[in-house]
């Protein structure tokens, strides 16, 4: 007797009726599958992603990222930092290829290169962290260590930084232990006197630094599933961290100081990072990149934690020219950005090259860098983003240099090109 003839439904796949599965799953023109060919079919799927992740891992033989294939990328993305994407380069491939080929360093055991970005705010040092993990398709996550405490006091216990780590990979642990941790504000950490160690417990200093050792360096830690303090009764996961790259950041405040007493530097160091005087920058620049791990030390890190950041990369704070860069020439650079917005309604929106001037310098003088640009592009087009949506008169958004200081409003055009008279609708 034929299936299509028999009274009992049979799998379409594997031919089993439907009296010795678990379920059979009807689909059009009476086809079948049963549960058995749907967990096989999952099963190949997963095989294939798997592989496809493999595949795309950087060092392997399919994805050949050489160094100056991931310096190339890092390019179209962040402006200048020459020698920190040069440096994150190498430590990236040299990390990843240790990885893929860990049956060749079987006699010699290779260490990983853990990163310390040290840098001025609005610099990058978070962006070249992204836009790595971007390259390398690996879960990112970002952490803020003036967050974290040591374990058993108000704070967060360093182990969250895995588990959102976990939640970034999907929950799975196999491709999280290959991702990328960067954590923020580093210099927060710092033990409170590094010269004259208190009696006390540093449980937000010394103490979370002893407590990122085991996980920087690489050892197996049981993370709570769902984040949050461990207790006994939660469930834990197990995650080893050998394999997981972690770039550190932060701004370092005074250590120039350090740096200049060592070399005997007596002029005084307390310089402004952004502003006009760019001799006083330059200055600020050359002794940065002379930092040593002794300077580390010194600024109250302990040997451990030093030593497990091996790869030291200094960024430079960004002059007039490099911020007009960071406005107008990376691949998602943030003029680019509005202008696409505007787009999709049908407006034309252009930056005058006085406009890009007023917003550097005004980006210079709050001392924030790169990182106030986007709230000055934010405040000059907020009553063009209000109102030219709901207008149809409106083609082209000119912002001047007046407009970028918020001193007017951008000028508006119609489709013949004429200027359009008449104040927007500005809030009061």
Known sequence: ???????????????????????????????????????????????ERRAAREMRAPGSAHNPLVPRTIYKYLSEYVVGQEAAKRALSVAVYNHYKRIENKAHFADTEVAKSNVLLIGPTGSGKTYLAQTLAKLLDVPFCIADATALTEAGYVGEDVETILTRLIHAAGGDVRRAQRGIVYIDEIDKIARKSADNPSITRDVSGEGVQQALLKIIEGSIVYVPRDGGRKHPQAEMLQIDTTDILFICGGTFEGLTRIIGERLGVKRSLTLPLYGPDKPSIQRHTDLLRRVTQDDLIRYGFIPELVGRLPVLVTLDPLDREGLIEVLTRPRNALTKQYQRLLSLDGVELVFTEEALYAIADEALESGSGARAIRAIIERALLDVMYEVPSRRDVRRVVVDAPAARAQAAPKLYDQNGRLISGELDRAA
Do not use: T, Y
Not at 27 to 47: A, K, T
């Open 1 to 47: 007797m034929s299936w299509a003839s028999s009274p009992v439904n049979h799998c379409s796949f594997c031919g089993k009726s439907e009296l010795h599965v678990n379920r059979l799953i009807a689909g059009p023109r009476n086809v079948f599958i049963c549960d058995e060919c749907v967990r096989m079919c999952q099963e190949i799927l997963e095989g």
